[in-house]
């Protein structure tokens, strides 16, 4: 499997929670999500959630930790967080901007339903991946 294509599905969890940019009208995360992941993420309340319920203090303990092979489940595990807080948060996240995004008018009814009901699942996912699978 392609090194970029694993990087960046460990760290679509983490890149949803911090960018409402994301998703593209066809509910599939774009090229850009890599670069995003990869180029460094500012700070954002999201963010800080994220890394508050994780129990570390930077992106780069994620990044770190995910590049050496951990999954998002694993980070949790070790200071002991419960890795379904990670994925309600995650989902409440996503599904905040969805909602912000369909009340705009940026997507359309059909692409915000078809992503409303990939949510759950594609974070459970994303959260349990290990970038070395």
């Given at each position: ?70 999954s ?6 070790d ?55």
């Amino acid at each position: 499997m392609d090194p970029k294509k694993i990087i960046m599905i460990s760290f679509m969890a983490f890149v949803i929670a911090c960018s409402s940019s994301i998703w593209s009208n066809e509910a599939n995360a774009s090229a850009s999500t890599y670069k995003l992941a990869t180029d460094g993420l500012t700070s954002s309340p999201d963010a800080d959630d994220l890394l508050q319920a994780l129990g570390v203090e930077s992106e780069e303990q994620i990044y770190d930790a995910l590049y050496s092979g951990q999954s998002l489940a694993d980070i949790a595990s070790d200071n002991k967080v419960e890795v379904d807080q990670i994925v309600d948060l995650q989902v409440a996240q996503l599904r905040s901007q969805l909602d912000q995004r369909f009340l705009s008018g940026s997507i359309s009814l059909e692409a915000y339903q078809a992503q409303v009901e990939e949510i759950h699942d594609m974070i459970q996912e994303s959260v349990h991946r290990k970038m070395l699978q």
